[in-house]
């Protein structure tokens, strides 16, 4: 049973362009979580998704940043037209259902921002 | 004031010694989550607790719900222990997401 994958691991963007980071949940888990982790500060939540629902927005900027959670294929975390402050570790976790349950983390994709 | 303090925020230690972590937090929960980061980025759960202890190895979690505390503690601690180690709270009237503290930093030295 694979873990969480998350891709691209490394990505590097030029200001004004868009980043796409993709999270696949572990097989059997339909909730997925995405965490920010901007450099020397502590993970922070940014949005809590099950399939093809939002179910808490709370931590996302208002501005450029979505997220999805499609019915087939993994979750999306759109940031449009970046600035060197998203540059951050994106972290995605997962778990099998809503609840108190563990929470399975993905590798991180590193944002560097140029 | 941060709703989940860690202390302390850097450690070291030599490899054998007791270590031990602490995470205080100012709300109400449903369960607490201890977490490891290594330096390469990745993170690791290693507990979740709603109540009492849980042990694995040589790592020891505790929780006191009325005292809003929890510790952390590896026995005979090695240098591959070494990482951040995170604390985080799942709050009980809200959604799953986690609040987190902002880690311990533990370098153990042979």
């Known amino acids: 049973n694979a873990g969480v994958m998350q891709n691209p691991r490394h990505l590097v963007r030029r200001r004004g362009q868009e980043a796409r980071l993709r999270c696949s949940p572990m097989?059997?888990?339909?909730?997925v979580y995405w965490y920010r982790q901007l450099p020397e500060e502590g993970l922070k939540f940014m949005v809590y998704?099950?399939?093809?629902?939002?179910?808490?927005e709370s931590g996302m900027p208002k501005e450029r940043f979505s997220a999805e959670f499609p019915k087939e294929g993994p979750s999306i975390l759109r940031i449009q037209q970046v600035v060197r402050g998203d540059s951050a570790a994106y972290f995605c976790?997962?778990?099998?259902?809503?609840?108190?349950?563990?929470?399975?983390f993905g590798p991180g994709t590193r944002l560097t921002v140029t | 004031k941060n709703e989940v303090e860690q202390s302390p925020q850097n450690l070291t230690a030599q490899e054998g010694e007791f270590i031990t972590i602490n995470c205080s937090y100012s709300v109400g929960i449903s369960a607490l989550h201890w977490l490891q980061q290594h330096p390469g980025g990745g993170i690791v759960s290693l507990f979740m607790l709603s109540s009492g202890k849980k042990k694995h190895g040589r790592l020891i979690a505790t929780i006191n719900i009325q005292e809003k505390h929890s510790s952390l503690h590896i026995t005979a601690s090695h240098p591959r222990d070494s990482a951040v180690y995170i604390c985080?709270?799942?709050?009980?009237?809200?959604?799953?997401?986690?609040?987190f503290g902002t880690g311990t930093r533990l370098q153990v030295f042979p």
């Open positions: 998704l099950q399939k093809e629902n939002i179910i808490d």
């Open positions: 976790a997962s778990s099998p259902q809503q609840g108190v349950n563990e929470q399975y």
């Open positions: 985080a709270v799942r709050l009980r009237i809200d959604t799953d997401k986690l609040i």
């Open positions: 097989k059997g888990h339909s909730h």
